[in-house]
Nanobody
Framework: EVQLQASGGGLVQAGESLTLSCKASGFDFDNYAIGWFRQIPGKEREGVACTTTVNGNTYYGDSFKGRFTMSSDGAKNTVYLQMNSLKPEDTAVYYC????????????????????WGQGTLVTVSS
Protein backbone atom coordinates (compact mmCIF):
# COMPACT_ATOMS: atom_id res chain seq x y z
CA GLU A 1 0.00 0.00 0.00
CA VAL A 2 1.34 3.38 -1.01
CA GLN A 3 1.60 5.76 1.91
CA LEU A 4 2.61 9.40 1.89
CA GLN A 5 3.02 11.39 5.08
CA ALA A 6 3.47 15.11 4.54
CA SER A 7 4.52 17.37 7.35
CA GLY A 8 6.20 20.66 8.12
CA GLY A 9 3.50 23.18 7.41
CA GLY A 10 2.82 26.07 9.72
CA LEU A 11 2.53 29.80 10.13
CA VAL A 12 5.43 31.98 9.01
CA GLN A 13 5.93 35.61 8.18
CA ALA A 14 6.54 36.91 4.70
CA GLY A 15 10.16 36.54 3.68
CA GLU A 16 10.79 33.57 5.93
CA SER A 17 11.55 29.99 4.93
CA LEU A 18 9.89 26.66 5.59
CA THR A 19 10.73 23.08 4.68
CA LEU A 20 8.08 20.47 4.03
CA SER A 21 8.73 16.75 4.25
CA CYS A 22 7.00 13.81 2.63
CA LYS A 23 7.83 10.31 3.78
CA ALA A 24 6.90 7.74 1.19
CA SER A 25 6.51 3.97 1.26
CA GLY A 26 4.85 1.07 -0.49
CA PHE A 27 6.05 1.38 -4.08
CA ASP A 28 8.97 0.61 -6.37
CA PHE A 29 11.56 3.33 -5.83
CA ASP A 30 13.16 2.64 -9.21
CA ASN A 31 10.03 3.46 -11.17
CA TYR A 32 7.93 6.41 -10.07
CA ALA A 33 7.24 10.10 -10.23
CA ILE A 34 6.77 12.21 -7.14
CA GLY A 35 5.68 15.78 -6.84
CA TRP A 36 4.65 18.63 -4.63
CA PHE A 37 1.41 20.41 -5.39
CA ARG A 38 -0.53 23.12 -3.69
CA GLN A 39 -4.10 24.24 -3.62
CA ILE A 40 -5.37 27.66 -2.72
CA PRO A 41 -9.07 27.78 -1.80
CA GLY A 42 -11.14 28.44 -4.89
CA LYS A 43 -8.29 27.67 -7.27
CA GLU A 44 -7.11 24.60 -9.13
CA ARG A 45 -4.38 22.40 -7.75
CA GLU A 46 -1.02 23.70 -8.95
CA GLY A 47 2.21 21.82 -9.66
CA VAL A 48 5.06 23.16 -7.53
CA ALA A 49 7.90 20.73 -8.16
CA CYS A 50 8.37 17.13 -9.22
CA THR A 51 10.90 14.54 -10.15
CA THR A 52 10.64 11.40 -12.23
CA THR A 53 12.84 8.34 -12.54
CA VAL A 54 12.70 8.71 -16.34
CA ASN A 55 15.68 11.05 -16.15
CA GLY A 56 16.16 11.97 -12.50
CA ASN A 57 15.56 15.64 -13.25
CA THR A 58 13.55 17.95 -11.04
CA TYR A 59 11.04 20.30 -12.58
CA TYR A 60 9.49 23.43 -11.12
CA GLY A 61 6.40 25.41 -11.88
CA ASP A 62 7.22 28.85 -13.24
CA SER A 63 6.03 30.58 -10.07
CA PHE A 64 8.47 28.64 -7.92
CA LYS A 65 11.73 28.63 -9.83
CA GLY A 66 14.50 30.19 -7.80
CA ARG A 67 12.54 30.22 -4.53
CA PHE A 68 11.59 26.59 -3.94
CA THR A 69 13.89 23.57 -4.01
CA MET A 70 12.85 19.94 -4.06
CA SER A 71 15.28 17.38 -2.74
CA SER A 72 15.27 13.84 -1.46
CA ASP A 73 16.92 11.52 1.02
CA GLY A 74 16.84 8.03 -0.41
CA ALA A 75 17.89 6.42 2.83
CA LYS A 76 14.83 7.90 4.54
CA ASN A 77 12.48 7.55 1.55
CA THR A 78 11.65 11.19 2.07
CA VAL A 79 11.35 14.14 -0.26
CA TYR A 80 11.56 17.72 0.86
CA LEU A 81 10.38 21.06 -0.37
CA GLN A 82 12.51 23.96 0.79
CA MET A 83 10.53 27.17 0.41
CA ASN A 84 12.37 30.47 0.66
CA SER A 85 11.24 34.08 0.51
CA LEU A 86 7.68 33.09 1.22
CA LYS A 87 4.90 35.44 0.25
CA PRO A 88 1.33 35.73 1.53
CA GLU A 89 0.15 34.39 -1.82
CA ASP A 90 2.02 31.15 -1.08
CA THR A 91 -0.59 30.41 1.57
CA ALA A 92 -2.11 27.07 0.59
CA VAL A 93 -2.44 23.41 1.43
CA TYR A 94 0.61 21.63 0.09
CA TYR A 95 0.40 18.01 -0.98
CA CYS A 96 2.88 15.38 -2.04
CA UNK A 97 1.78 12.82 -4.58
CA UNK A 98 3.17 9.73 -6.24
CA UNK A 99 2.57 8.02 -9.54
CA UNK A 100 3.82 4.45 -9.32
CA UNK A 101 5.26 4.39 -12.80
CA UNK A 102 7.31 6.80 -14.79
CA UNK A 103 6.22 10.09 -16.23
CA UNK A 104 8.18 11.75 -19.02
CA UNK A 105 9.83 15.03 -18.12
CA UNK A 106 7.84 17.99 -17.04
CA UNK A 107 4.50 16.18 -17.34
CA UNK A 108 5.19 15.26 -13.74
CA UNK A 109 3.98 18.77 -12.85
CA UNK A 110 0.46 17.86 -13.94
CA UNK A 111 -1.62 16.59 -11.03
CA UNK A 112 -3.95 14.54 -13.22
CA UNK A 113 -1.27 11.89 -13.68
CA UNK A 114 -0.95 11.04 -10.01
CA UNK A 115 -2.62 8.10 -8.31
CA UNK A 116 -1.69 8.57 -4.69
CA TRP A 117 -1.89 11.66 -2.51
CA GLY A 118 -0.76 12.54 0.97
CA GLN A 119 -3.03 14.27 3.42
CA GLY A 120 -1.76 17.79 2.78
CA THR A 121 -0.08 20.25 5.09
CA LEU A 122 -1.21 23.84 5.52
CA VAL A 123 1.25 26.66 4.99
CA THR A 124 0.14 30.11 6.07
CA VAL A 125 2.26 33.14 5.29
CA SER A 126 1.37 36.33 7.10
CA SER A 127 2.19 39.77 5.75
Amino acid sequence: EVQLQASGGGLVQAGESLTLSCKASGFDFDNYAIGWFRQIPGKEREGVACTTTVNGNTYYGDSFKGRFTMSSDGAKNTVYLQMNSLKPEDTAVYYCAVRTNRLPGSTCLNSIYYHHWGQGTLVTVSS
